[in-house]
């Protein structure tokens, strides 16, 4: 079973920016199709970020986050990043890590990394 740990998370000013990582343990990011960041804000249900298709690289994106958003992938560390520029205060939430063995089925899930945007 895999572990994902998100780190990275913190308070920021809008149009800061901020670096999310996602580091796998015990089984490596390979044996899934696709990895993915979700986001839940305080009362709101969970909402897709963006994802990466792990061996071709593929990534796909939220249409608020499209140009400011960027996901990366290294395997050499079997970590996955979320680079995220011109940060607003409704980029406000936990920011969760997800993998699938299937193509948007999410079976693994971290525990979230807290981002807040001041305005």
């Known amino acids: 079973q895999v572990q994902l740990v998100e780190s990275g998370g913190r308070l920021v000013q809008s149009g800061d920016s901020l670096r999310l990582s996602c580091a796998a343990s015990g089984r490596p990011f390979s044996s899934y199709v696709t990895v993915g960041w979700f986001r839940q804000a305080p009362g709101k249900e969970r909402k897709f970020v963006a994802s990466i298709d792990w061996s071709g690289g593929s990534t796909y994106y939220r249409d608020s986050v499209k140009g400011r958003f960027t996901i990366s992938r290294d395997s050499t560390t079997n970590t996955v990043y979320l680079q995220m520029n011109s940060l607003k205060p409704d980029d406000t939430a936990v920011y969760l890590c997800?993998?699938?063995?299937?193509?948007?089925?999410?079976?693994?899930w971290g525990q979230g990394t807290q981002v807040t945007v001041s305005s």
């Open positions: 997800a993998a699938a063995r299937i193509a948007t089925m999410w079976d693994e």
